[in-house]
């Protein structure tokens, strides 16, 4: 069975979110990301171009998904 629920883990000093979904809407909001691999590498697609990386982050209000 697949996980259809976000896990949510708490530690001393930040939280981890593992989203169920693989792909959400395009969205913006307040808050920064820092998203880091944890096994390998991201794919990531900036202005049409391909990268693959350890960790990025995405400053707020910056429309993303």
Do not use: R
Not at 19 to 38: E, G, M, Q, R, V
Request: charged share 15%; net charge negative; hydrophobic share 40%.
């Amino acid at each position: 069975m697949t996980n259809t629920k976000t896990q949510i883990e708490y530690f001393h000093n930040h939280i981890l979110l593992i989203p169920a979904y693989k792909t959400p809407d395009i969205h913006s909001h307040l808050a920064s990301h820092l998203i880091i691999a944890i096994n390998g590498n991201l794919k990531c697609v900036i202005e049409n171009e391909s990268i693959e990386t350890k960790m990025i982050c995405i400053a707020s209000d910056v429309w993303h998904t």
